[in-house]
């Protein structure tokens, strides 16, 4: 259920995030409301996550699928452009993320 929450709480995170802009610098009442509760729904999400998955792992998904996540969405609902540079951007986020489960946050202790 752990790996459920997760995913959920990096879908709130990316949702949130998306509908910063609605809120026109928090000048705006109902966008800014549904982002902040959105952003608590993800935070709380992520909490219960981390009740059985390790915290590196399950930040290191969180923070990191969700910049992937929000990048792509960036780039396919608002228009932003997508660049080199982004993509490679991207790439080294999966990697590190990748590279925190298989090995980083897995390691022994010495």
Known sequence: MAWVYLACAIAAEVVATSLLGS???FSRLVPSAAVL???????????RAVESVPLGIAYALWS?????????????FLGEPLSAAKVLGLLL???GVVVLNTHGAHAPRE
Request: charged letters at 5%; zero cysteines.
């Open 93 to 95: 986020i999966i990697g």
């Open 64 to 76: 990191g699928l969700g910049t992937g996540l929000i990048a792509i969405v960036g780039v396919i």
């Open 37 to 47: 509760v959105i952003y608590a729904m993800s935070f709380l999400l992520l909490a």
């Open 23 to 25: 809120t026109e610098g």
